[in-house]
């Protein structure tokens, strides 16, 4: 059966491939944003420390990884560190790694933001309290600024989900690279493309809709 174009048996012939990379497409998203917000917090923490070596260091991690596109770190870490430094990473972890790297100095930036929108005299009161930098981060600081990170962090989220696409160059066997296996075998670019946007914008919205779920009820929490 067709409709215009569209070959609607031919759709739901190659729909279990697709769905099968849409999967993995959410947990290679899943696995970066848990890795880089990881990352990001650290780096942040190193941003906004009292010592200077570790600011430096948190600086230098944010503009370098920030400045070189993701494409150009997936190809040093899948195909770089082979050849120069005999890591042969599989693609599963190349793709993790990259996404993770990538994420978490834009988490980073977050988290750093959030942080040092809390009233400096937060921190003072619980220092004069007697407890330690960390003490005080862990118990008073973040709690205050997790909600501040959500709608920026569901951002992100959102935007490692469409980055995981580039991962195809590396051969890692993610929703963009079911769609170009398929066209190569098919030779049906409209269809198979047009379908693989689609999906990749359900999945999106469907989690857009989760994060501003979240935001409501902890907006409503807050009011109450």
């Given at each position: 059966?067709?409709?215009?174009?569209?070959?609607?048996?031919?759709?739901?012939?190659?729909?279990?491939?697709?769905?099968?990379?849409?999967?993995?497409?959410?947990?290679?998203?899943?696995?970066?944003?848990?890795?880089?917000?990881?990352?990001?917090?650290?780096?942040?923490?190193?941003?906004?420390?009292?010592?200077?070596?570790?600011?430096?260091?948190?600086?230098?991690?944010?503009?370098?990884?920030?400045?070189?596109?993701?494409?150009?770190?997936?190809?040093?870490?899948?195909?770089?560190?082979?050849?120069?430094?005999?890591?042969?990473?599989?693609?599963?972890?190349?793709?993790?790694?990259?996404?993770?790297?990538?994420?978490?100095?834009?988490?980073a930036e977050i988290f750093r933001a959030g942080i040092q929108s809390i009233d400096k005299g937060q921190m003072e009161a619980a220092l004069s309290l007697g407890m330690s930098y960390t003490q005080a981060m862990r118990r008073v600081i973040l709690p205050q600024a997790y909600r501040r990170l959500l709608p920026p962090?569901?951002?992100?989220?959102?935007?490692?989900?469409?980055?995981?696409?580039?991962?195809?160059?590396?051969?890692?066997?993610?929703?963009?690279?079911?769609?170009?296996?398929?066209?190569?075998?098919?030779?049906?670019?409209?269809?198979?493309?047009?379908?693989?946007?689609?999906?990749?914008?359900?999945?999106?919205?469907?989690?857009?809709?989760?994060?501003?779920?979240?935001?409501?009820?902890?907006?409503?929490?807050?009011?109450?």
């Open positions: 059966m067709r409709i215009g174009p569209i070959d609607v048996e031919f759709l739901l012939a190659i729909m279990p491939i697709l769905l099968k990379g849409a999967l993995m497409t959410i947990e290679l998203t899943v696995l970066a944003i848990f890795f880089g917000t990881i990352i990001g917090l650290f780096v942040a923490l190193m941003k906004i420390s009292r010592f200077k070596l570790l600011t430096v260091f948190g600086g230098i991690y944010t503009w370098v990884i920030r400045g070189i596109p993701l494409l150009v770190q997936l190809f040093i870490l899948y195909y770089g560190l082979a050849q120069y430094f005999d890591i042969q990473l599989s693609p599963k972890a190349a793709a993790v790694l990259g996404l993770s790297i990538c994420g978490g100095a834009y988490i962090m569901g951002n992100e989220f959102i935007a490692l989900m469409k980055d995981t696409s580039l991962v195809s160059v590396i051969t890692m066997v993610e929703l963009m690279r079911s769609g170009i296996l398929l066209n190569s075998t098919y030779i049906r670019s409209m269809e198979i493309y047009l379908t693989v946007g689609i999906i990749y914008l359900i999945m999106t919205t469907f989690f857009i809709y989760i994060i501003n779920l979240i935001e409501k009820r902890l907006s409503i929490s807050d009011a109450s």
